[in-house]
């Protein structure tokens, strides 16, 4: 700071002996210069601790009784089971067997006699020779026979069976209570402040004005 100040005041001086022309115009104008000053400071940091107290005190703690009553019952158990029952039915059944099957049929007969020349001679009915005379052709038939014929049909059918089972049920019947003192520790965190001082340098900054000569060239 003292650097600063020495710095402007030779400026200042060096300004009021500088000759003066015609040309050029001079004014003073203030500007502000800024430096930082350290501030000692003392504070107060406090944090919140909690410390577990504890305590004895005699509570009276109860507790019920109880007993268990049984007694003999029947529950009636069921499964099913499949038993095979078979029925006789009948079905159609197709027999096969062969029979032999004949026909009449008719063809006609006739005289023949050569007919053309040379090379060309065939043989060619006579006209009023011709007869229908009848033939009979055999052949085997396969043949199939309907008949009904029984058989068993047999299926499994559910059946429930049941039987009474004896079961031992039980129940549990409270008695009276039984009481006793009992010493128990009840613990709670309490708050507690803890405070310390901090000792601290801060950085402040600080302004001052000071006067500044400017020039302009007249031309």
Same mark, same amino acid.
């Given at each position: ?22 040309s050029?115009? +001079? ?26 107290? !504890? ?8 507790? $019920?009784?109880?007993?268990?009553? +049984? ?6 158990? !069921? /499964? ?5 029952? +078979? ?8 027999e096969?067997y ?8 008719? #063809? ?10 040379? &090379? ?5 009915? *006579?006209?009023?020779? !011709?007869?229908? &005379? ?8 396969? /043949?199939?026979k ?7 049909? +047999? &299926? ?5 069976? !049941?039987? &009474? ?12 209570? *039984?009481?006793?003192?009992? $010493? *128990?520790?009840?613990? #709670? ?10 000792? #601290? /340098?801060?950085?402040?900054? *600080? ?13």
């Amino acid at each position: 700071m003292l650097f600063l100040l020495l710095t402007t005041a030779a400026l200042c001086s060096l300004a009021a002996g500088a000759p003066q022309y015609g040309s050029v115009q +001079c004014r003073t104008e203030y500007t502000t210069l800024w430096d930082t000053e350290y501030k000692e400071t003392e504070t107060q940091v406090c944090t919140t601790e909690y410390e577990k107290v !504890c305590k004895t005190e005699t509570e009276r703690l109860c507790h $019920p009784t109880s007993r268990q009553e +049984c007694s003999t019952v029947y529950e009636k158990q !069921c /499964k099913t089971v499949y038993k095979n029952v +078979c029925v006789e039915q009948y079905k159609t059944e197709y027999e096969p067997y062969t029979e032999t099957e004949c026909s009449t049929e008719y #063809k006609e007969d006739c005289e023949y006699q050569w007919e053309g020349y040379g &090379n060309n001679k065939v043989w060619a009915p *006579i006209a009023g020779t !011709c007869m229908k &005379n009848p033939y009979e052709t055999c052949k085997d038939v396969v /043949k199939t026979k309907e008949k009904q014929v029984a058989h068993q049909v +047999c &299926n499994d059918v559910p059946e429930q069976k !049941c039987v &009474n089972v004896p079961k031992k049920k039980c129940v549990v019947v409270l008695g009276p209570e *039984i009481c006793t003192n009992q $010493p *128990i520790q009840k613990c #709670k965190e309490v708050p507690r402040k803890n405070c310390k001082a901090v000792h #601290k /340098k801060v950085p402040v900054r *600080i302004s001052r004005k000071v006067p500044k000569k400017v020039c302009q060239d007249g031309h």
